[in-house]
């Protein structure tokens, strides 16, 4: 360990050394052996056999949600990423989310990243996270956090899991789901946002 950590004095020796530690750091995340999966509209990137046998599915959801977003008026990017992380770790590098966070949509990567299909699964909410994600990167531009969480549930059909919390500022309730700070209060600012979109369903 000391060894590893003291620095070389010479420059070649430190490049070596840095490239050691580069490849030390970024070898687990990115030694993945990454496949492409495409269908119209979208492109879907996983690594590992086990995640390969749902394509199907997820391709099949995908492209309903694309249909059910043009249904109501909101378009798709022509061509929308999803990126299917083999790990937390390779989820965390890529999305800097905490691991409680399941997906994360990327507005102007028209890009979805997610943690490994089979914990989607194993929850049963593969469909309902993707529709969620999908959501957002159609969403119209401009809308508060809360307004897009809100409707992002309700077109993907995602209950409250948890209490709304009371009594909350609307700069508050932006600030938790922007940046929330455990499961918990994650849950209970996605029921406020769920409760407070109510009233624009018609
Ligand atoms: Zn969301």
Same mark, same amino acid.
């Given at each position: 360990?000391?060894?590893?950590?003291?620095?070389? @004095?010479?420059?070649?020796?430190?490049?070596? !050394?840095?490239?050691?530690? !580069?490849?030390?750091?970024?070898?687990?995340?990115?030694?993945?052996?990454?496949?492409?999966?495409?269908?119209?509209?979208?492109?879907?990137?996983?690594?590992?056999? /086990?995640? /390969?046998?749902?394509?199907?599915?997820?391709?099949?959801?995908?492209?309903?949600?694309?249909q059910d977003l043009k249904?109501?008026?909101?378009?798709?990017?022509?061509?929308?990423?999803?990126?299917?992380?083999?790990?937390?770790?390779?989820?965390?590098?890529?999305?800097?989310?905490? !691991?409680?966070?399941l997906s994360a949509a990327?507005?102007?990567?028209?890009?979805?990243?997610?943690?490994?299909?089979?914990?989607?699964?194993?929850?049963?909410?593969?469909?309902?996270?993707?529709?969620?994600?999908?959501?957002?990167? /159609?969403?119209?531009?401009?809308?508060?956090? !809360?307004?897009?969480?809100?409707?992002?549930? @309700?077109?993907?059909?995602?209950?409250?899991?948890?209490?709304?919390?009371?009594?909350?500022?609307? /700069?508050?309730?932006?600030?938790?789901?922007?940046?929330?700070?455990?499961?918990?209060?994650?849950? @209970?600012?996605?029921?406020?946002?769920?409760?407070?979109?109510?009233?624009?369903?018609?």
């Amino acid at each position: 360990m000391k060894a590893f950590l003291s620095l070389p @004095r010479s420059p070649l020796p430190l490049l070596v !050394w840095l490239t050691a530690v !580069w490849l030390t750091v970024l070898t687990p995340a990115l030694a993945q052996n990454w496949q492409t999966a495409q269908a119209p509209g979208f492109v879907v990137r996983y690594a590992g056999g /086990a995640d /390969a046998l749902h394509l199907p599915e997820v391709f099949r959801v995908l492209q309903k949600a694309r249909q059910d977003l043009k249904s109501q008026g909101l378009a798709l990017p022509p061509t929308v990423r999803v990126v299917i992380h083999p790990n937390l770790k390779s989820y965390t590098a890529a999305t800097g989310l905490p !691991w409680f966070i399941l997906s994360a949509a990327n507005r102007s990567k028209n890009q979805i990243d997610s943690q490994r299909l089979r914990v989607l699964l194993e929850r049963g909410t593969l469909e309902r996270t993707l529709r969620h994600e999908l959501f957002h990167l /159609a969403q119209p531009e401009g809308w508060p956090r !809360w307004k897009a969480e809100g409707m992002a549930m @309700r077109f993907a059909g995602e209950q409250p899991v948890a209490r709304p919390l009371e009594a909350i500022t609307e /700069a508050e309730l932006e600030r938790l789901l922007a940046n929330p700070p455990d499961p918990t209060t994650l849950r @209970r600012a996605m029921a406020t946002a769920y409760r407070w979109t109510s009233r624009l369903q018609q």
